[in-house]
């Protein structure tokens, strides 16, 4: 009995010291450890003419970030619900784009409440410039931004910011239009630019909501106030997926390092930048913004084991005969947990106009 009993005991030890060999060997070894959210993507697919691609699926596109190839964990064109996307294998054979000429995006005269309709759920931030550059035509930019926000009825909430030095949250998020027209129309002029300064807080207040996240942007002239570069309000846009579109207008055309980050910026995140000569031409970078978000696609996935924890590189494509035909826009990367920038307290929820300094 004696000698069972110092025979168990040996193999109980000799279990423990194998155990923690094993373990101070793992202790040893480096282990880089990053958490990565799922990562989301709003994707415009295009042809040579600018026509919208609609009908494609999962197996049509493949992302590929710092080299390695994901796998889609879900999937939406327009206004479905996102599903997963289940044994998308690297063998699987794409199914070919239609063999139809792609459609081109509804034209104007087609009806508002089916395109509408598309949209449904984004979360639409509005800046608009009130500086002392939008002394002229300052009537003419808020008939387009009133326009624009009633041609989002679909969408799930907009939120109407101003600034000139400072940001003045005059209608956070919310589904009540009356409200968002209304502090459209009681936007006064103001000082000087802080674009990027009040971009960076618009975007932070982004950040905070999820599914599709868009700023759109109306400037009527260069930054001449900010602190903060617009090389970091492109980060932090790419790195929370959302997507910058900007309308300017000529005055900002004059400055050709203003047009040359403007259209750095949106390209960057997915988005795009207009240069509006005329009233006119407002209106229709408005409608173009609108239709843009009627047609893309919501692709998302969890990113395979990577030790690089600082930018990563993301590259859309379609696959099959087609895809060099077609062309594809989205944001170009993200930074996984962007260490610079704080994300604010909500206050994107406030229920009264608020203003923050630099």
């Given at each position: ?17 194998d155990?923690g ?9 480096p ?18 003419k ?28 327009g206004?479905e ?56 035509g ?27 030095r ?65 090389e ?44 509006a ?7 229709r ?44 826009r ?19 929820q ?9």
């Amino acid at each position: 009995m004696l000698k069972k009993f110092f025979l168990s005991l040996g193999v109980v030890l000799f279990v423990f010291s194998d155990s923690g060999v094993r373990l101070s060997a793992q202790e040893g070894e480096p282990h880089i450890r990053v958490t990565v959210d799922l990562v989301q993507l709003n994707v415009a697919v295009t042809d040579k003419k600018g026509n919208y691609v609609t009908g494609l699926r999962p197996q049509d596109f493949a992302i590929v970030e710092d080299g390695i190839p994901q796998k889609l964990a879900t999937f939406a064109e327009g206004n479905e619900s996102a599903r997963r996307v289940l044994d998308l294998t690297a063998d699987s054979k794409p199914a070919e784009p239609p063999a139809e000429p792609p459609r081109a995006a509804a034209p104007p005269a087609a009806s508002e409440s089916s395109l509408g309709a598309l949209i449904a759920g984004a979360n639409v931030f509005n800046l608009f410039d009130t500086s002392n550059y939008m002394y002229r035509g300052f009537v003419f930019a808020q008939d387009a931004i009133s326009d624009f926000v009633r041609s989002l009825e679909q969408a799930n909430k907009i939120a109407f910011y101003s600034y000139s030095r400072d940001l003045l949250r005059a209608s956070p998020l919310t589904e009540d239009r009356g409200e968002i027209l209304r502090a459209v129309r009681t936007t006064v002029a103001g000082d000087e630019a802080a674009l990027y300064n009040t971009l960076l807080l618009t975007l932070k207040d982004a950040a905070q909501f999820k599914g599709r996240r868009v700023v759109v942007v109306f400037s009527n002239g260069p930054d001449n106030s900010s602190v903060v570069p617009p090389e970091d309000v492109a980060e932090l846009a790419q790195s929370a997926g959302i997507s910058i579109y900007m309308i300017s207008t000529q005055q900002a055309k004059l400055e050709p390092v203003s047009t040359a980050v403007f259209d750095r910026m949106t390209a960057a995140t997915g988005g795009k930048a207009y240069f509006a000569k005329t009233w006119r031409d407002e209106k229709r970078a408005f409608a173009s913004i609108h239709d843009d978000l009627a047609h893309l696609y919501s692709l998302s996935y969890y990113p395979q084991a990577n030790p690089n924890r600082g930018w990563r590189g993301i590259t859309v494509k379609l696959v099959g005969s087609r895809a060099k035909s077609y062309r594809v826009r989205t944001r170009n990367g993200y930074r996984p947990h962007p260490s610079r920038f704080a994300v604010a307290p909500d206050t994107a929820q406030a229920t009264s106009p608020q203003t923050v300094s630099r």
